[in-house]
């Protein structure tokens, strides 16, 4: 299973059409990818979110707030990440994609609580009451952060593509600095016109004080590896992007 670590974010639009490219590259090849990068600073809209009479201001918003607006082909409400996320690209070939798409949301939200269990942040799988681009899927933490005794965090969000003969399945880990994505979506929101709890945006090192994307990354270095062997695939083998 190939490996692809992407040093460098090349911005949201261009990385997001990196990952097009290597979709159709999978589809040719037939060998699966993992890409793993730190995007830089986006609000990632959903395609309902442009139908909103809001939607105009929100980009304005999110610009101000320097997080350049992206609308995704896939995905639910409007997302924000940063330079102290972790994002994760899983793409491969299948005869039958579709047969597995409930399979897979459970499958790889799984795999991220483990990968976060290793740091021994405890996290589950469900959707929190007002989080932000709700998803029953979602990752969610549970533990004491710096300013409150107790308090349930979104930490992880994830969408799938299914193609015709492969699948593109990502999510987006918040690690670092959860307030400059509570304060953008906050203003996105508003302008939306859609409800959602502040309090519900968090970031791995509210929970784990001190923690970088790089722990994150081996953490999930670790779990991806086992799901490597265990498809047959053998090891992650690193290439350069």
Known sequence: MKLIRQRDSLGPELDYTAGERMLRAVRASREPVLRLYQPRPTVAFGRRDELLAGFGAAERSARRSAFTP???????R?????RGCLI????????D?????QDRFELFGDMIVAALEELEVHADVGELPGEYCPGEHSVHGTGRT???AQAQIKLAGAAQRVVSDAWYFSTVIVVEQSEPLRSVLTDVYRDLGLLWDPGTCGAVDDLRPGTRVSEVEAAVRKVYGMYARHMGYGSLREQAF
């Open 88 to 95: 994760i690209d899983h793409i491969e070939p299948s005869e």
């Open 78 to 82: 409007a997302a924000a990440y940063h």
């Open 70 to 76: 992206l609308v995704r082909k896939v995905g639910g």
């Open 146 to 148: 710096v300013d409150r």
């Open 97 to 101: 994609p579709k047969a597995g798409i």
